[in-house]
T-cell receptor, first 114, second 113 residues
Framework: DAGVIQSPRHEVTEMGQEVTLRCKPI?????LFWYRQTMMRGLELLIY????????DSGMPEDRFSAKMPNASFSTLKIQPSEPRDSAVYFC????????????FGSGTQLSVL | KQEVTQIPAALSVPEGENLVLNCSFT??????LQWFRQDPGKGLTSLLL?????REQTSGRLNASLDKSSGRSTLYIAASQPGDSATYLC????????????FGKGTTLSVSS
């Protein structure tokens, strides 16, 4: 198995632009998580999907952030408009047993908003 | 509010040494706890998962323990190797915290040859 696949690996954009991050979970996993990692705040959960349905989006910072999971093999995290304070590493993770099981992380997307 | 603390933030040891990484939490009402490894520029790799009813888990040279009453978990690494150099994070799911795994800031380990 190729593991959790994220794209792009790096994204540099200007303030105000739309940014779309992509994630392909491990085949057969029924849960998908989006995390953000910064030096100051560490790892924070943004949103959690179970069977393609958003279960907990309480970590989504504000209306500029949105996430979708149109099918079991694909999810997107969109920021519109982007701001410099959104600069961080964004991780996608999947799990076979939802919140009870081990999480498998992708390699992350390093986002820089200038 | 549940808080997870890992001290020290960084640790350097010579190859071959046995070592213990610490994780403390403020609320003992946890569902499970995981230890992760993160290499620079990479994602996290789950090392061990301990359910609240368990006291420890072992995988190879790694042993993780959980003491809910004292609010502590430890990750023991036996016979450390340079390849063990990475950041180690603990994360727990609290009974009251819903779905979010609460992460510590991690301990960055450097093993010199």
């Amino acid at each position: 198995d190729a593991g959790v696949i994220q794209s792009p690996r790096h994204e540099v954009t200007e303030m105000g632009q739309e940014v779309t991050l992509r994630c392909k979970p491990i085949s057969g996993h029924n849960s998908l998580f989006w995390y953000r990692q910064t030096m100051m705040r560490g790892l924070e959960l943004l949103i959690y999907f179970n069977n393609n349905v958003p279960i907990d989006d309480s970590g989504m910072p504000e209306d500029r952030f949105s996430a979708k999971m149109p099918n079991a093999s694909f999810s997107t995290l969109k920021i519109q408009p982007s701001e410099p304070r959104d600069s961080a590493v964004y991780f996608c993770a999947s799990s076979f047993r939802g919140i009870d099981g081990k999480l498998f992380f992708g390699s992350g997307t390093q986002l820089s908003v200038l | 509010k549940q808080e997870v603390t890992q001290i020290p933030a960084a640790l350097s040891v010579p190859e071959g040494e046995n070592l213990v990484l610490n994780c403390s939490f403020t609320d003992s009402a946890i569902y499970n706890l995981q230890w992760f490894r993160q290499d620079p520029g990479k994602g996290l790799t789950s090392l061990l998962l301990i359910q609240s009813s368990q006291r420890e888990q072992t995988s190879g040279r790694l042993n993780a323990s959980l003491d809910k009453s004292s609010g502590r978990s430890t990750l023991y690494i036996a016979a450390s190797q340079p390849g063990d150099s990475a950041t180690y994070l603990c994360a727990l799911r609290s009974n009251q915290a819903g779905t979010a795994l609460i992460f510590g800031k991690g301990t960055t380990l450097s093993v010199s040859s």
